[in-house]
């Protein structure tokens, strides 16, 4: 059983400190996701994981053993780099196979995992190859081909994808998923780009300067964000965002106005934060509808449409100044330059007080009617 | 219009060239040559082109009047342990100072290139000083005894040089930039800091490899002011300091160039080989250096 | 997929379940200090220790091979080194008080020596060179003459070779910058010098320098049409630097020119046709995009080769063991003659010192040359 345990995890350079003493549980078998924005950490902690930098307080467990002070080799994880870093005078098999070379290993025994490592990727006919004479793709499967074959308990992957172009990516990622199904280890896969993380993710890690800012399901994390970050960054596009005034407040209602000036009552347990004058309203690009079927309707301004075929978004302004991206249908009408109205469900809204945290999430949509949060996992 | 400009170029180029050659090609073309026949080509072409009798008299008398073969030998064994000595232990600092974290890093790094600007000149006086009081370990009657002093050596001539702080710069230079993926990825797999410098880093550093290789080749076969000051006798004496036998009593030209010719001989035949790679690793080390 | 489930059920090769921490491999501070420690011993042995014993034995007596214990003497080596004064000399008269002369018309100064030897002011003081003012003499006295001689010609053939290489270099540079075909040849042709030992280059130009039968001479003789005589170029106190500055900038602007040529290719051609968009000729473009774009490397070569050109040694010591009248001496011949030849080791690292000190702040000066630029 390969569970992954951080307890309490901090990473100081010198005075500087990056991890802010992070706890974390990874279950055996789990595909997990660190997401977030560039230079939060998520590389520096997966180092720590993989034994590339040392842990400076706190301690990890891999397997229930703690491995906070044991060398890299011998923890029992393998990793695949952004560069990929194979060995450019070395053939394929001669990557694959350097592990185990160094480990001392029976040269029979050597080919025979090698060879089946590449089975498992259709590496096999590119095995006598230098990295130079592969493409992208195939360099990005041999990188992970040499993982397999040291039949590590976790797998660790730093941002693996960054450098293929958008196809080979989409791909490569739906390699890297059947490969998880297949071999059912436990897998930490880095990355910047929420759309890989809400596609390949069990679990997701949501990082922010140093600190998990939420631990959940794709799902869990679109629908029921615990802060402004979380809520912003994750689903695609992002999340709109307004400051509304309060009017009245309740122990489970709020009273608002929205910058257009029309007031509206939304249900949320607000008994713990008393005499709010300012909250911020967030409702999802998916869940602006182009007709007038919503419970609140706002004006806007057209800047830009975008027509991507499937769908559509509109760059727009509301009441003058709130910047507003709306996804609708493959073949809205609404072109640059018009006012139009649009609506939208006051259970889809979330709420966020001053500091970000979530007041209240959008209550979940039936099941059949969830097509747009499909479309953002697409996306 | 165009052809003509081109043609000017060639004819100028030949011009300079010829002003390049010609010490070279005089020096080759004199050694076959009889004194009086030396003089008499001097002022033509002639004096470059392998014409006239020919005869290999002054190698003859080079052989016959200094043990030529006896410092070549020197020379190749001088430079040889030299250099492979010197390509192992400047790589290897260098790779610790590229490639590992540790204390005091930055201030050897420092030292090193603080080193680069000193040069043999100016150290050979105290250096001769130490030596001479530097014992050797040597068997006798079966022992391990110290024995005289360094000077008249071999190895007095190989041991100071092997350790060069502008060599391990160029090393420096190049592990640096090689991406840190490779080493992290050899540790992942096992590797010691000494595999991955084996295993990874070398393999991968092929031309810095050849372009040291190259320049400490020809620092070390061109030594001259080093061994004058550290050896006296004939025994250990390389090719450069031996040509002052020539020199004094009577001087026969046609003896010195051949003398000359055959010393230089290696280092011509290292460069027409390696031509390209030479030329490019120089420029490299001296942009960079 | 039993592939899948072959991999997943061997052995695993990964042993760190149940390894207690103390069979870790050794740690990797010993790995450092085995991988260093043979070129730091040797950097250390042999070029910071004999510094430090230079350093140290500059204050010294110490000879090379002598009976007598060596004692400290301060900064006597220096002294002598560097010391410098004057004196002016009143012409001798006669009873009459006319001038006495010599037969040439010469006025007449009191034997110097004498003088010297009366003064205990100017002890171990010798004549460095004097100038006449009016009657008068002045008389510059150094304790050590040919180490200021020295100094002085060092810095002469620097002031001569650094422009002299680097121009060559730069020209031989533009040249084989060229797109023509077999240019490749040529960068070796120009290049062969440096490759050759200095001592047989050495050797190979003092035949050609030959008064009496060498090549300059027959061609200044054929181009002057018998005019010019023959010079006895490394004989002739006024030649014989000149002589060693225009071969040693032969046989190292190879070195330069594979820098400026780096440093050609490194501007970007869209310069040159920007430049050339904007009607520049080629002189306009080699004033304005080409030497624009070789400011670094031309401060870089100028500097590498002036602290190159401060080492002066074999040269001189093959062509013309530092004479003609001690007017190829330099620096570095002056602190090998001391210091080996006749064995005063104290004396010559007193000299290996200044020179380093001199190298040291002519790096210096680079660094803050170098940061300012990058200030800018
Ligand atoms: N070796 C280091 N020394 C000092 N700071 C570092 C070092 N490595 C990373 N950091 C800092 O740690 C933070 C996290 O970096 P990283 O984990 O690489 O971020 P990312 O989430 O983009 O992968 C960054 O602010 C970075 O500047
Ligand atoms: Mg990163």
Known sequence: MADVKLTKVVKRYGDVETIHGIDLDIKDGEFVVFVGPSGCGKSTLLRMVAGLEEITEGELHIDNECVTSVAASRRGVAMVFQSYALYPHMTVRENMGFGLKMAKTDKVEIKRRVDESAKILQL????????????????????????????????????????????????????????????????????????????????????????????GSPIELYLNPVNEFVAGFIGSPRMNFFDCDVIAQTDDSLTLKLPCGEVCQLAADVSHSPGMTRVKLGIRPEHLKEDQSGEIRI????????????????????????????QTG?????????????????????????????????????????????????? | MK??????????????????????????????????????????????????????DNYRQVFEKSDVLLYFRNSILITSATVILGLFVNSLLAFTLSRMRWSGRKYILAAVVALMIIPIEAIVVPLLLLVSKLPTIGWEQGGLVLMGSWLNSLEVQILPFVANSFFIFLFYQFFRDIPKDFDEAAELDGATPFQIYRHIIVPMSGPVFATVAILHFLLMWNQYIWPIMAVQGEDARPVMPGIQIFFGRQTSWGEIMAYASFVTLPVLAVFLAFQKKFVSSLAGAGIKG | MNANTSVNSSDTLTVSSGRPAETRRPPRKRYVFLMSAPALLGLFMFMVLPFLMALGMSF????????NATEWVGLRNYDRLLNISWL??????????????????????????????????????????????????????????????????TLLFVILVVPIQCGTALGLALLINQKLRGIFLFRTVFFSPVVTSIVVVSIVWSFLYHKDLGLFNHYLNAMSFGLIGPVDWLGDPDWAMPSIVLMSAWQAAGVQMLIFLAGL??????????????????????VNVTLPGLK????????????????????????????????????MYHAVTKGFREQDIAYGSAISVIFFLAILAIALLQKRFFDKREDA
Not at chain 3, 271 to 277: F, G, I, Q, S, V
């Open chain 1, 124 to 215: 096999e006919p590119l095995l006598d190859r230098k990295p130079k004479a592969l493409s992208g793709g195939q360099r990005q499967r041999v990188a992970i081909g040499r993982t397999i074959v040291r039949n590590p308990k976790v797998f660790l992957f730093d941002e693996p994808l960054s450098n293929l172009d958008a196809e080979l990516r989409v791909q490569m990622r739906v390699e890297i998923a059947k490969l998880h199904s297949q071999l059912k280890n436990t897998m930490i896969y880095v990355t910047h780009d929420q759309v890989e993380a809400m596609t390949m993710a069990d679990k997701i890690v949501v990082l922010r300067g140093g600190n998990i800012e939420q631990v």
């Open chain 1, 299 to 326: 004006g806007v301004d057209v800047d830009v449409v975008e027509h991507l075929g499937g769908s559509t978004y509109v760059y727009a302004r509301y009441s003058g100044e709130h910047e507003l991206i709306i």
């Open chain 1, 330 to 379: 493959g073949l809205s009408p609404v072109r640059r330059g018009d006012h139009c109205d649009f609506s939208f469900n006051l259970d889809q809204c979330h709420l966020f007080d001053c500091n970000g945290l979530t007041l209240r999430a959008a209550k979940p949509v039936p099941l059949h009617t969830q097509a747009p949060v499909a479309q953002a996992l697409s996306g």
């Open chain 2, 3 to 56: 052809r003509l400009q081109k043609l000017g170029a060639y004819l100028f180029l030949l011009l300079i060239g010829y002003v390049f050659l010609f010490p070279l090609l005089f020096m080759i073309m004199s050694s076959f040559k009889p004194e009086q026949v030396i003089f008499a080509d001097l002022y033509s072409i002639r004096a470059i082109l392998p014409v006239g009798d020919l005869t290999l």
């Open chain 3, 60 to 67: 010294t007596d110490q000879r090379l091979l002598s009976p």
């Open chain 3, 88 to 153: 002016v000399q009143e012409p001798v008269s006669d009873a009459d008080n006319h001038l006495k002369r010599t037969a040439e018309g010469e006025l007449v100064y009191p034997r110097l020596r004498s003088v010297l030897r009366k003064n205990p002011e100017y002890k171990e003081f010798k004549e460095f060179t004097h100038w006449s003012f009016g009657d008068k003499r002045v008389v510059l006295l150094a304790k050590d003459p040919s180490f200021i001689q020295s100094i002085i010609n």
């Open chain 3, 265 to 286: 290719q490194g501007i970007s051609g869209d310069l040159y046709e920007a430049a050339e968009l904007d009607g520049a000729g080629p002189w306009g473009k080699f």
């Open chain 3, 296 to 331: 670094n490397t031309t401060i870089f070569v100028v500097i590498s080769t002036t602290i190159q050109a401060f080492g002066l040694f074999t040269q001189v010591d093959v062509m013309t063991r530092g004479g003609p009248q001690g007017s190829t001496s330099t620096v």
